[in-house]
């Protein structure tokens, strides 16, 4: 077997053998000077456990602040909804990551809960809302990240 086809085999065996559970979703939205980003998670296993974070682009020539703050909306498949006010620090701190992209753009991560279980699985749905008016036309997006820990 020559050395291309025995690649495309060895990718299709991986892919067809590979666990059902993706181990991370992420969703990124570009959308410049949107107030509310909204995603859906699937979290379809009851005895996982997940860890989520959120993601930020933003223009750090424009942002003078030292935190973005935010409002995450959960909303579970059975309608039930809770809210989480959030300080979203823009220096780097344990766990969090920071890259210029170019220029003043810069991408962050943070992360916001771990070892989360539930007993409601399907589809989930997050809303982050960016608190501060004067921040909205220089978050370029927002993105949510969700990672199987087990």
């Not at 456990?49 to 030292?66: G, K, L, P, Q, V």
Request: aromatic letters at 8%; proline letters at 6%; one cysteine or more.
């Amino acid at each position: 077997m020559t050395t291309p086809k025995l690649l495309a085999a060895a990718l299709l065996a991986l892919v067809l053998c590979s666990c059902s559970h993706p181990r991370e979703q992420y969703s990124f939205k570009f959308a410049p000077g949107k107030g509310v980003y909204d995603f859906e998670l699937m979290m379809d296993s009851p005895e996982a456990f997940y860890e989520t974070s959120i993601a930020c682009r933003y223009n750090a020539a424009h942002i003078r602040d030292t935190v973005i703050p935010v409002t995450i909306t959960v909303t579970a498949p059975d309608g039930r909804t809770a809210e989480d006010f959030i300080d979203l620090p823009l220096e780097r701190r344990e766990g969090v990551t920071v890259r210029r992209a170019d220029g003043s753009r810069t991408d962050i991560r943070w992360p916001w809960r771990r070892h989360i279980q539930v007993a409601d699985t399907g589809l989930w749905k997050v809303s982050v809302r960016l608190d501060a008016p004067s921040q909205r036309r220089h978050v370029q997006g927002m993105g949510v990240a969700l990672t199987r820990e087990n």
